[in-house]
């Protein structure tokens, strides 16, 4: 057995929940105090350590002290847009690297479903980051350029929700920041469970993950996470123009992805989410629109076309015209009968988008707007 001599190793987050539940049970100590620990880092933001968590063991003390950080990852930045819906974070973890989470504020009382306004109020969701980078190198994407850095440990990717917390309260989270959710999938579900427990207790059907289109994944994801949203890029109705814009798409074909989807929705009877960016002349034509609608014809799916951000001037694509994507939408409606949504962006003024986010390049993008996930929100209850 090592032993805790000299040697300093760095402390974990509280929040890495298989490593605080194994060193718990190791020292014969109750999983139960586990969530009091959380409420309070939660309701104690900028505590610097964890002796003030009232009422627990003094070897929980102990261990803790030598063990864990309450948080290990830093807030540096917070922009807010101009009209206060969007708020950037910029958290600095443990190893130096950095990533992006965004706060998106939507006012459900504007909001519409199904054509009628929504009850409600403010409601928050938050885009949280999986990996520092990404290795699957989608052309139009800025988190793509950077290649894959580091996997986020589950207790950073929940340690995001944290920091947000201080400014809104997170009612929806989307893994739509930077890195590939499934490429990290244990951390995924891990936090994921942690999201939904206690003091948390956010719905899985208010959290959704996007993925690239990872299939041995998505194979497992009905059974790892009931309830939580699937949603997919797959931004080409063709295995072609999928490969020439996704390099992932080699490794993952479109039927071998599509077959996955059919037995995820056979299996969890929900509803699939379609990524598709508009990218002109590529994949935005009408042609482009009938393939798709056929592809998805045996699929309770909703469509959200995606404007293209530019991504700076090593980006080869231009954004597809408002008309392009009028009479795309037009075809999968009207044709397909499948529900499609146009994503609105927000936030221009905070270059920040979900999917577009990347830190430390020498040439940042000013151009990116945060996207509200309306189109994702609008068909949740
Ligand atoms: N890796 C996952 C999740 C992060 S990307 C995935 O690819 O799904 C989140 C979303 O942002 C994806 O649909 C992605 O394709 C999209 N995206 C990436 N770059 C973009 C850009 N330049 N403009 C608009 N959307 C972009
Ligand atoms: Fe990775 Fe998603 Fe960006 Fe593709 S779009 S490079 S999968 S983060």
Not at 37 to 65: E, H, R
Not at 279 to 299: P, R, S
Request: aromatic letters at 8%; hydrophobic letters at 35%; proline letters at 4%.
């Amino acid at each position: 057995m090592a032993s805790s001599s000299t040697a300093t190793p760095s402390r974990r987050s509280v929040f890495d929940a298989a490593y605080i539940r194994s060193e718990f049970s190791a020292a014969g100590i109750s999983a139960h105090f586990i969530p009091l620990i959380w409420k309070y880092v939660l309701q104690n933001p900028w505590c610097g350590d964890l002796c003030g968590v009232p009422s627990l063991p003094a070897t929980a003390y102990a261990l803790l002290q030598q063990k864990f950080r309450p948080t290990t990852s830093t807030l540096t930045t917070a922009a807010d847009s101009k009209d206060r819906t969007t708020t950037k974070l910029l958290i600095r973890l443990q190893n130096g690297e950095s990533v992006e989470a965004v706060i998106m504020r939507y006012d459900t009382t504007l909001g519409k479903y199904d054509g009628k306004p929504r009850s409600g109020g403010v409601r928050s969701t938050l885009c949280v980051s999986s990996q520092v980078g990404c290795k699957m190198g989608c052309r139009f994407c800025a988190t793509g350029t950077m290649g894959f850095k580091s996997n986020l440990s589950s207790g950073e990717i929940v340690e995001q929700l944290v920091h947000a917390s201080r400014y809104s309260q997170i009612r929806n989270v989307v893994f739509m920041g930077m890195g590939e959710p499934m490429n990290n999938y244990n951390a995924l579900v891990e936090a994921i469970g942690v999201f939904t427990g206690s003091p948390f207790q956010l719905s899985p059907k208010r959290i959704t993950v996007s993925t690239v289109g990872i299939v041995h994944a998505i194979n497992k994801f009905h059974n790892d996470l009931p309830h939580v949203n699937l949603a997919v890029s797959l931004h080409a109705p063709d295995q072609d123009i999928r490969c020439q814009i996704m390099p992932a798409a080699r490794a993952f074909p479109l039927e071998k992805l599509m077959n996955a989807l059919q037995s995820y929705q056979n299996k969890s009877n929900q509803t699939i989410f379609i990524e598709y960016i508009m990218l002109d002349g590529v994949n935005d034509q009408e042609e482009h629109a009938h393939q798709l609608g056929k592809l998805l014809e045996t699929f309770k799916a909703v469509v959200n076309l995606i404007p293209f951000n530019p991504i700076g001037s090593s980006s080869n694509f231009k954004t597809s015209s408002d008309q392009n994507v009028k009479k795309f939408q037009k075809v999968i409606r009207g044709i397909y009968n499948i529900r499609t949504t146009v994503r609105q962006q927000m936030g221009q003024d905070i270059a920040g988008a979900c999917g577009q986010l990347v830190v430390s390049l020498p040439d940042e993008r000013s151009t990116g707007g945060a996207t509200l996930l309306s189109d994702i929100e609008d068909f949740r209850i």
